[in-house]
């Protein structure tokens, strides 16, 4: 059949238009489509008895089998990488001896070129492994996951523990192909007796065809120089995977508040999975940008969840609308001037016309929100009320002074406060803060301050600055229902750290400025 150039060309597009859909999603140039699974893992009820092999392959070969459900869903939707969250195949709070039957053997070594799926005869006790990998060649996909994995270690080895072999908390990488392309051990345990630290740690990234290089780390790590910061930094990574257990703590570390800031601070992408068990308040998984977030957070109901997102691939010259505008920079110190020669001790500054209760000035004329502390996050912050209908304050801790200027478009019958703390955190682990928060609490009494809240409806527009001594700054925005939302500018001047929002899109929860000063810690 002869055609003319008309309907020659027509097909010649047809064809073009489809090579760039995949199961119905067209893929945009710089674009890749990801997807995280949030999983309600099957867990083993007597963590702590001893099981043989066989048992404990079936017990993970349940969860193995909703994974690959959830990887044939997300190939189907166009995926073309997926992540699976920390301890989801395998569970958690196990002893040393009763994690052994379920650890698969790795090889930790660069010179060694594996595909488990095609390649099972190569090494002993990979069960595990091999099905991960069939589950990246059949569906063509990039799989991430998390697993525990062991490997002997001789005596003369002056880390190898007593009973001759390592236990790691395990990610593991594996192409389209199915070929084992990373494998990353964690290196901040959280109370995880059953594994080892490496004895250094792991900067490990794999490539990709779609966005170039990902590297890769696990929960508690997010929170550290090493090896998460150091990785980022010293590859010049912008994907992230991130395979994660979190239990969420309000209000400034909910899984996907401190997700999203993390990927802002640093100008990534994170394509983040966590575990669903709400009774032990774990949820909250996400794929995320610099300014966008694909995010769920359940704590009612139960089950897994998969999200499937398309996100600009973040190269070393992306840049975001989130630079300090010149209105923000004229107005940054025009009220409370006196702020930044001020001793720095506990002070509070608020607008002179403005009559509220409270402390009086050193001056006479005007009258000062009192100071209070409380406990938030197992640390002593240091408050000042936020009262009225808008205002200017000021409150500091040690080095750290925190500066707000507010104004509320309707006033509800809720308490705000602004607290600073500068200092060594030192429960669930030892690490040093520097953070201004400005946060709704728990009542209407100073006490509330600092407690888990989840629903706010007072819309704020504010501007929040700290001095910080640390250049590493997470700038947490969560709003009414564990959603997020996102500032209009951010940034250094004048050696302080600002947020700036105009109306948040609900009623605000937490609006902070989470420094990490690695080098106290």
Same mark, same amino acid.
């Given at each position: 059949m002869a055609y003319t150039m008309v309907d020659l060309c027509w097909k010649l597009s047809v064809c073009f238009f489809c090579c760039h859909v995949v199961s119905g999603r067209v893929k945009r140039e710089g674009h890749y489509v990801a997807a995280v699974y949030e999983h309600e893992s099957i867990l083993n009820p007597n963590p702590t008895?001893?099981?043989?092999?066989? !048992?404990?392959?079936?017990?993970?070969?349940?969860? /193995?089998?909703i994974y690959e459900q959830q990887v044939v869903a997300a190939a189907r939707q166009g995926a073309q990488i997926i992540v699976f969250p920390e301890d989801g195949i395998h569970g958690f709070n196990f002893t040393? =001896? !009763?994690?052994?039957?379920?650890?698969?053997?790795?090889?930790? =070594?660069? !010179?060694?070129?594996?595909?488990?799926?095609?390649?099972?005869? /190569?090494?002993?006790?990979?069960?595990?492994? &091999?099905?991960l990998s069939?589950?990246?060649?059949?569906?063509?996909?990039?799989?991430?996951?998390?697993?525990?994995t062991k490997q002997p270690c001789e005596h003369t080895d002056p880390h190898c523990p007593s009973d001759g072999r390592y236990q790691f908390n395990t990610n593991v990488a594996f192409n389209d192909d199915g070929a084992l392309v990373a494998t990353y051990r964690k290196h901040n345990l959280y109370f995880e007796y059953a594994f080892d630290t490496p004895p250094e740690p792991d900067y490990k990234l794999f490539d990709t065809p779609f966005a170039g290089k990902f590297g890769m780390f696990t929960c508690f790590d997010i929170l550290f120089f090493e090896p998460a910061?150091?990785?980022?930094? &010293?590859?010049?990574?912008?994907q992230v995977v991130y395979p994660t257990a979190w239990m969420n703590q309000l209000p400034l570390l =909910?899984?996907?508040?401190? @997700? &999203?800031?993390?990927?802002?601070?640093?100008?990534?992408?994170?394509?983040?999975?966590?575990? +669903?068990?709400p009774t032990l308040g774990m949820t909250g998984s996400g794929i995320y940008t610099p300014v966008k977030s694909f995010i769920y957070h359940n704590m009612e109901g139960y089950g897994g969840k998969l999200i499937v997102a398309e996100i600009p691939v973040i190269t070393t010259d992306y840049k975001t609308n989130l630079e300090s505008n010149e209105r923000f920079r004229e107005n940054? +110190? +025009? !009220?409370?001037?006196?702020?930044? =020669?001020?001793?720095?001790?506990?002070?509070?500054?608020?607008?002179?016309? &403005?009559?509220?209760?409270?402390?009086?000035?050193?001056?006479?004329?005007? @009258? /000062?929100?009192? /100071?209070?502390?409380a406990e938030m996050m197992y640390d002593n912050f240091t408050f000042v009320p936020v009262w009225g209908e808008?205002?200017?304050?000021q409150v500091c801790a040690n080095t750290l002074c925190c500066y707000l200027n507010y104004r509320r478009a309707v006033l509800t019958d809720e308490l705000y406060a602004l607290g600073v703390f500068d200092g060594l955190h030192t429960v669930h682990g030892t690490y040093y803060v520097q953070a201004c928060a400005l946060v709704k609490c728990g009542g209407l009494s100073f006490s509330t301050c600092g407690q888990?809240?989840?629903?706010?409806t007072a819309l704020i527009d504010f501007q929040l600055w700290g001095n910080m001594s640390t250049p590493y700054i997470f700038p947490l925005l969560l709003t009414s229902g564990i959603t997020l939302d996102f500032a209009d500018h951010m940034g250094w001047k004048n050696n302080h750290y600002f947020i700036s929002k105009n109306r948040t899109s609900s009623g605000l929860l937490t609006a902070a400025l989470y420094g990490r000063w690695y080098e106290k810690d």
């Open positions: 008895a001893l099981v043989d092999r066989q !048992s404990a392959l079936e017990l993970m070969g349940r969860n /193995l089998d040393r =001896s !009763s994690i052994y039957p379920y650890l698969d053997f790795v090889l930790y =070594s660069h !010179s060694v070129k594996w595909n488990p799926c095609r390649e099972p005869y /190569l090494f002993n006790d990979t069960e595990v492994l &091999q099905r069939c589950m990246a060649l059949k569906n063509k996909i990039f799989l991430v996951a998390n697993l525990g910061v150091n990785l980022i930094r &010293q590859y010049n990574l912008k =909910s899984a996907v508040e401190f @997700q &999203q800031a993390f990927a802002t601070a640093f100008n990534i992408n994170i394509l983040a999975a966590n575990i +669903h068990h940054l +110190h +025009h !009220s409370c001037k006196t702020f930044t =020669s001020a001793p720095m001790d506990d002070q509070v500054c608020f607008k002179e016309e &403005q009559e509220m209760p409270g402390r009086v000035s050193e001056k006479g004329n005007e @009258q /000062l929100p009192p /100071l209070f502390y808008k205002g200017e304050l888990e809240v989840t629903d706010a």
